[in-house]
């Protein structure tokens, strides 16, 4: 009950005239950097941290959050109309987003992502508000082998997903732990298949591996298929986003799954990247129209998208509650928080209460603001497709190159973009699925972090994966939807044989 | 008398803006576009933290004209962000903080770097570095800790730390040597999860920095142990159950005579003048004098030991002879140097 109150007063700071306009602001400025390639949330926050010291504690964290929350929103907007994802989130929004944009869909597309979203949020906000101090210690039960079991549930549950043939997806997901293991091995702390380049040392960011492989692979696609742009007969009107939310109640089960997926990998400090695969891989499995997954199905978009939000929010819940950032964004808000005199940890529920539940009313607030920023502009996002390709092209070019370049300020990143650029032309062209790759990409170097972390704690036996409750049931789980089609298979068999016996 | 000085101010203007580089040269130099801050390590580590205060401060105070702008390059153990600064040459607008891996990365590493290819600037603070255990252990002090670790099998106590080859690793296993005994070391990204993992009770100890661990010390969930220096550290605020920094005592005098601190420095890029240099080191006194400085040193509990210039270099030359026979001890240089 106490709670509730907390969250009422909450309510009266986030809405005092100038925490709106801060609001607002933020999340303007959020879409815009949510769009950039590159520049994504944890710079933008970081950037624009310094306009906030002049503002009291609570307004400068009410924008900051709000910038966050509106770099979720404008993720999806390039992942669905250009196949390039903003953010690693946003990767599996293209699996079936831009096919939907290709078929004119981008309106739909657009509005069931923004509406995902914030139904993710929201949820997620919800759960904040409620089991605040008993998730905290959840968390805490997450060490080395349970982070790793998390990791191999996402692998699983997206393993076999592709169409093609399981060497193709085998390979391909091979190539990209490959990738992942250039630069520094953080445990032995030696750099590994660096060959002498010092440009190696970082390794292959996954964002630029991602821009280029999707980006521009796309650029060089279209070009191949006679420069027409598809997409642009998209319905530029305020009325498909009517439209469309008649439609979206039905996949509630989705939404619900995928709220559910995204909170646990948001405090179990997995993330909002596993999190979107995660949920996207067992939607496809469950679905009914399972087979339609990645041409253009709405419900594909759905469930990465209310995952991720669902994961993004979560993840500020043991930044605050342990001084843990889930997220690099959340990890500069930490650094925001510790200028401002609050110390993150057990405490500041306790003692800095104005501050949590300003923070906290302005999540929902700031995602309800959100959310009616980015539906109004739907018709305006969907009307770019409209845009020539010979015009857009070189334009969505600039905007690689300087969403690749401002990852680390380094032109090498441009250079090995284009490089990816054409891998990710080759791959297409030859049917390696790309998916794969990008997620062996994104949490091989972490999968393998929590694995030998692991190890190294147990001194080399594999029982550190089963050795309690928690662990073990997170690894069966993975191994069951490793193993989902065959026992599936097996299933059915056994139902025909007994219905003919 | 007006008159006057209002033509003095008109000539020097215009003598400034016609004698272009010649006369800039010679006047105090300032920058002329954004200074990049490199940090060489990851987002919400102690060295970012420091760096982003010192960001927040200039910005707040309104200490230079020009914006600061806060890049992390973590890449190879913070090797990504040295060497960008190490090809800066003449190039006044990059500054760099540093931390022990200024010496550690390129001994562990071998990549083609050495402080020297750096301008010394000054030395902000020096960082602690404190043994914790979970508060929920019996261990109250540094012996009822050491002979745990005695009587148990050799290598089942974790200690838990950031990164590879690298200060609490160095000091680990400094440790075992002081006390014959073996820890299992198991390398994390940052501080704020070595500190996390102890309250999860994942490791056995760690040899976090005090701002790393202080949250949790508060909220009750650690318990510090002693800290590497030579002497107690100055801060007498009450953190927990009326004990404070101050309280803590020294390894040394707990039997364990191990001293470890670590360097919260900036250098700039290669071949800065005199006048670049003095700017800067004006630029972080300034910094220094503010109350979110005071209050930062405070929170993290910092060794507030200011040096410039000469003394400065001379610091970091031991620092970095003694990091080379620790880690040759330890064995952790690279195979190729």
């Not at chain 1, 709106?20 to 624009?48: H, S």
């Not at chain 1, 982070?147 to 549950?157: E, G, P």
């Not at chain 1, 999540?363 to 009616?372: A, H, P, R, S």
């Not at chain 2, 022990?100 to 590493?109: D, K, Q, R, V």
Request: glycine fraction near 10%; aromatic fraction near 10%; charge should be neutral.
């Amino acid at each position: 009950m106490e709670e509730i109150l907390n969250l009422f007063q909450g309510f009266a700071i986030a809405l005092q005239p100038f925490n709106i306009m801060v609001m607002i602001l933020g999340i303007v400025l959020g879409v815009v950097i949510g769009v950039l390639p590159g520049l994504g949330g944890a710079n933008g926050v970081a950037i624009l941290l310094p306009l906030t010291f002049s503002m009291p504690p609570t307004s400068a964290i009410i924008m900051l959050s709000c910038i966050y929350w509106g770099a979720l929103f404008g993720g999806a907007i390039t992942s669905i109309l250009f196949n390039i994802p903003g953010e690693p989130w946003s990767v599996a929004t293209t699996f079936d987003g831009y096919p939907m944009a290709q078929q004119g869909k981008a309106g739909e597309a657009l509005t069931a992502a923004f509406t995902s979203s914030f139904v993710g949020a929201f949820f997620a906000v919800v759960m904040i508000t409620l089991v605040a101090p008993l998730v905290a210690t959840l968390a805490l039960r997450f060490g080395p082998a349970e982070k790793f079991a998390v990791y191999f549930l996402a692998f699983c549950s997206f393993v076999g997903l592709s169409k093609e043939p399981p060497f193709k997806t085998i390979a391909a997901m091979m190539i990209g732990f490959a990738l992942a293991a250039v630069g520094l091995d953080s445990v032995t702390g030696s750099l590994r298949l660096t060959f002498g380049f010092t440009e190696l040392l970082n390794g292959f960011d996954f964002l630029i591996a991602v821009i280029g492989l999707f980006g521009i692979g796309e650029i060089l696609l279209t070009m191949e298929e006679g420069l027409a742009f598809r997409g642009g007969k998209a319905k530029i009107n305020l009325s498909v986003v009517l439209q469309t939310w008649k439609e979206l109640p039905r996949y509630w089960v989705t939404s619900l799954r995928s709220c559910v997926i995204g909170c646990w990998m948001g405090i179990t400090p997995a993330g909002a990247t596993p999190a979107s695969f995660m949920s996207y891989g067992i939607a496809k499995r469950v679905s009914p129209k399972g087979a339609n997954f990645g041409k253009g199905e709405i419900e594909g978009v759905i469930a990465p998208e209310t995952a991720a939000h669902a994961a993004g929010t979560a993840a500020l819940l043991p930044m605050l509650s342990l001084g843990v950032p889930g997220s690099p964004t959340a990890a500069v808000l930490l650094g925001g928080l510790l200028i401002w005199g609050l110390q993150p940890g057990p405490l500041l529920f306790v003692e800095q209460k104005e501050f949590v539940w300003g923070l906290i009313a302005s999540m929902y607030l700031g995602n309800l603001v959100g959310l009616i920023v980015v539906l109004t502009c739907v018709p305006v996002f969907a009307a770019i497709l409209r845009i020539p390709f010979s015009i857009i092209a070189p334009l969505i070019l600039v905007l690689c190159a300087i969403g690749a370049y401002s990852v680390h300020n380094s032109t090498f990143d441009v250079a090995m973009m284009l490089v990816f650029g054409v891998i990710g032309y080759g791959l297409k062209k030859t049917g390696y699925p790309l998916a794969p790759l990008v997620l062996a990409i994104v949490l091989g170097d972490k999968a393998e972090e929590a694995f030998r972390q692991s190890l190294l704690g147990s001194q080399g036996s594999l029982g550190i994966f089963f050795s309690n409750g928690l662990v073990s049931t997170i690894m069966i789980l993975g191994l069951i939807a490793l193993f989902w089609s065959v026992i599936q298979e097996g299933y059915t068999r056994l139902r025909t044989r007994a219905a003919t016996a | 008398m007006k008159r006057t000085v209002l033509h003095y101010t008109i000539g020097a203007a215009v003598a400034a803006s016609l004698g272009g580089f010649a006369t800039m040269a010679s006047a105090a130099w300032e920058p002329t576009r954004p200074v990049e801050f490199i940090i060489p390590a990851g987002t919400g580590g102690g060295a970012d933290q420091m760096a982003r205060t010192i960001q927040g401060i200039v910005t707040k105070h309104s200490l230079m004209k020009q914006p600061m702008v806060v890049i992390n390059k973590s890449g190879g153990a913070g090797g990504e962000g040295f060497l960008d600064l190490k090809s800066s040459a003449n190039n006044p607008h990059k500054i760099i903080i540093t931390l022990s891996n200024l010496f550690t990365t390129p001994l562990a590493t071998g990549i083609p770097f050495n402080w020297k290819d750096l301008t010394p600037v000054a030395m902000l603070a020096l960082d602690e570095f404190v043994l914790w255990v979970n508060a929920e252990k019996p261990y109250k002090n540094v012996k009822d800790y050491i002979d745990a670790v005695k009587a148990a099998p050799a290598g089942t106590i974790k200690m838990g730390g950031t990164g590879s080859k690298q200060e609490d690793q160095i000091i680990t296993v400094a440790m075992e040597k002081a006390t014959g005994t073996k820890f299992t070391y198991i390398p994390y990204k940052g501080g704020g999860e070595v500190a996390v993992q102890l309250v999860g009770n994942h490791v056995d100890s760690t040899v976090n920095n005090p701002i790393e661990a202080v949250a949790q010390w508060r909220g009750g969930k650690l318990r510090p142990l002693c800290v590497f220096d030579s002497k107690r550290m100055s801060y007498d605020e009450q953190v927990f159950e009326g004990k404070g920094w101050k309280d803590i005592p020294t390894c040394k005098s707990e039997g364990l005579d191990i001293e470890y601190l670590m360097l919260r420095g900036i250098f700039m890029s290669p071949k800065a003048t005199k006048d670049q240099v003095d700017y800067y080191v004006d630029l972080f006194k300034k910094v220094r004098e503010t109350p979110e400085w005071k209050d930062f040193m405070k929170t993290g509990a910092f060794n507030t030991t200011f040096l410039v210039g000469a003394e400065y270099a001379k610091w970091v030359e031991t620092e970095e002879k003694r990091h080379e026979t620790l880690m040759k001890e330890a064995d952790f240089l690279a195979k190729s140097n």
